[in-house]
């Protein structure tokens, strides 16, 4: 059973720093690309940030790029994002997603709160 399970979220203050984490199971997590999406209230899913399977690809919504790294550990099975210059417009659930073949995955999100 895929299971990937966000961690790291939290209250910040404008400027401030976050380090997201999503532990990943259940199927061979260094074979497959791994993306991070968020949501804001009372809006629909946003792409943020995507790495390919080994690494060494990544990608990012303009409205992060500068900002938001992505990496992974695959020997921990892990994806990471490292949220810098927080800005009140990321406020979010963020989640971290996968395909596999003809199935898309979600964990269940972890809540990030920018504001004063």
């Known amino acids: 059973e895929v299971q990937l399970v966000e961690s790291g979220g939290g209250l910040v203050q404008p400027g401030g720093s976050l380090r997201l984490s999503c532990a990943a199971s259940?199927?061979?997590?260094?074979?497959?690309?791994m993306s991070w999406v968020r949501q804001a209230p009372g809006k629909g899913p946003e792409w943020v940030s995507a790495?390919?399977?080994?690494?060494?690809?990544?990608y990012y919504a303009d409205s992060v790029k500068g900002r938001f790294t992505i990496s992974r550990d695959n020997a921990k099975n892990t994806l990471y994002l490292q949220m810098n210059s927080l800005k009140p417009e990321d406020t979010a659930v963020y989640y971290c997603?996968?395909?596999?073949?003809?199935?898309?995955?979600w964990g269940q999100g972890t809540q990030v709160t920018v504001s004063s």
């Open positions: 790495i390919n399977s080994g690494g060494g690809s990544t």
């Open positions: 259940g199927f061979t997590f260094g074979s497959y690309d």
């Open positions: 997603a996968t395909e596999t073949g003809a199935d898309s995955y």
